[in-house]
């Protein structure tokens, strides 16, 4: 399968970046792209954030992580559960995972299918029409991986002392990629 420019597959422990080695990053992807195994952790090591869409699982131990399934991986207007997370949780990790075919890239064309949804479970017309106009330009993206890697600067920027990184899970195979910066 050809890999997007910019990713790079992880398929044996010598693809991990020598930065992540020893963080809760090199964990991540050992256990769900190298079958590492699934031995309940301590405490929490790592915030993850990612789609809420419903074709992804993370093969993670118990107690591992702390999950945000958020729209796109986006976690714009999440800050409060995130920084939750950071200050009570104690994580220093932050894992922003994207993945291919998310509906929120090409949002704006879905507008017919989101009125006629939003009627069936008892809005009206105008008023679906209007929320989605207020409401489709904060969630939608463009690309995946670009986007991920936004995210990734401004949570930086946010929040100086923890390590954020950013990945991009593939339906296609269910593994995670590398995202390049
Ligand atoms: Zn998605």
């Given at each position: 399968m050809m890999l997007e420019v910019g990713l790079q597959a992880v398929?044996?422990?010598?693809?991990?970046?020598l930065e992540y080695i020893g963080t809760p990053f090199e964990r991540l992807l050992c256990f769900h792209?190298?079958?590492a195994p699934l031995e309940r952790c301590e405490r929490a090591e790592l915030l993850i954030g990612m789609c809420?869409?419903?074709?992804k699982v993370l093969r993670t131990p118990e107690n591992f992580a702390f999950v945000l399934r958020t729209t796109g991986a986006n976690l714009r207007h999440n800050e409060f559960r995130v920084s939750y997370a950071l200050s009570i949780?104690?994580?220093?990790h932050i894992a922003l995972i994207a993945h291919t075919n998310?509906?929120?890239?090409?949002?704006?064309?879905k507008l017919p299918a989101f009125v006629q949804g939003m009627i069936e479970v008892g809005w009206n017309e105008q008023e679906a029409r209007e929320y989605f106009f207020q409401y489709a330009p904060f969630f939608e993206i463009e690309n995946e991986a670009d986007f991920v890697r936004l995210e990734t600067k401004r949570l930086r920027e946010k929040y100086p002392n923890v390590q954020i990184a950013p990945f991009l899970y593939q339906l296609e195979d269910n593994r995670l990629y590398l995202v390049e910066e």
């Open positions: 398929n044996r422990t010598e693809d991990i970046p792209n190298l079958g809420m869409d419903n074709r949780g104690g994580v220093r998310c509906g929120m890239v090409g949002l704006s064309r």
